[in-house]
């Protein structure tokens, strides 16, 4: 059925469940595991220059990829599936395209998303995560009713 199977997470209620699900589906299916979090280090100079040019944008792109791989951590130790194989990735970027790129580069069968994204006006503008991931991922989308 489904040989690799990637899922983001971002700290969320909805992604933690996202997670629980695609682990699920790929301890049934004996499938690899891929976990995402994307980090945006570009962001957070577009919204205090200041503090990044006093930071420096290498030092903060190094502590947020840490956050990322910190969240990837204990969000995968909470598992609790023995026999799955996962691998965790802290990917720079945009969550969506975080994601498509990863199930390309990966060669991922399926990629499970929560259902909630964006709200409000930021969704107007950028589409929500699991709608985005959903039009333009070019593979089989789960899209995890969490709400």
Same mark, same amino acid.
């Given at each position: 059925?489904?040989?690799?199977?990637?899922?983001?997470?971002?700290?969320?209620?909805?992604?933690?469940?996202?997670?629980?699900?695609? &682990?699920?589906?790929?301890?049934?299916?004996? +499938?690899?595991?891929? !976990?995402?979090?994307?980090?945006?280090?570009? *962001?957070?100079?577009?919204?205090?220059? *200041? +503090?990044?040019?006093? +930071?420096? !944008?290498?030092?903060?792109?190094?502590?947020?990829?840490?956050?990322? +791989?910190?969240?990837?951590?204990?969000?995968?130790?909470?598992?609790?599936?023995?026999?799955?194989? !996962?691998?965790?990735?802290?990917?720079?970027?945009?969550?969506?395209?975080?994601?498509?790129?990863?199930?390309? &580069?990966?060669?991922?069968?399926?990629?499970?998303?929560?259902?909630?994204?964006?709200?409000?006006?930021?969704?107007?503008?950028?589409?929500?995560?699991?709608?985005?991931?959903?039009?333009?991922?070019?593979?089989?989308?789960?899209?995890?009713?969490?709400?």
């Amino acid at each position: 059925m489904f040989r690799s199977i990637l899922v983001g997470v971002d700290g969320s209620p909805t992604a933690k469940e996202a997670l629980r699900r695609a &682990a699920k589906l790929a301890d049934a299916t004996g +499938a690899e595991l891929h !976990v995402v979090c994307a980090y945006q280090s570009s *962001m957070l100079v577009a919204v205090d220059p *200041m +503090a990044a040019a006093g +930071a420096g !944008v290498a030092d903060i792109g190094d502590s947020l990829k840490q956050t990322a +791989a910190d969240l990837l951590e204990s969000e995968t130790k909470a598992l609790g599936v023995d026999g799955v194989k !996962v691998q965790t990735h802290a990917v720079e970027g945009e969550a969506s395209d975080a994601l498509i790129d990863s199930a390309d &580069a990966l060669k991922c069968d399926l990629i499970v998303v929560g259902n909630r994204g964006m709200r409000g006006g930021k969704r107007l503008l950028l589409g929500s995560v699991p709608n985005r991931v959903a039009h333009h991922a070019g593979r089989d989308v789960l899209i995890v009713h969490t709400a």
